[in-house]
């Protein structure tokens, strides 16, 4: 079974964030999301390494 994140943001602010994730150079707000995410999980693992190797 497939896990889904749900962020909700409120109707005001929807346009507003097209807009940045547009200016930002991504297509659309799931690609900006996937992306963000990904290098929050890049982090975590070199944290995690580290932490695994006393550094």
Same mark, same amino acid.
């Given at each position: *079974?497939?896990e889904s994140? =749900?962020i #909700? =943001?409120p109707?005001e602010? =929807? !346009?507003?964030? !097209?807009d940045?994730?547009?200016l930002?150079g991504f297509?659309?707000? #799931? #690609?900006?999301?996937?992306?963000a995410l990904?290098?929050?999980l !890049?982090?975590? *693992?070199?944290?995690?390494r580290?932490?695994r190797?006393? =550094?």
């Open positions: *079974m497939a994140l =749900v #909700e =943001v109707g602010l =929807v !346009d507003g964030l !097209d940045i994730v547009m930002l297509r659309s707000r #799931e #690609e900006f999301a996937l992306v990904r290098q929050l !890049d982090r975590h *693992m070199a944290l995690m580290c932490i190797s006393g =550094v």
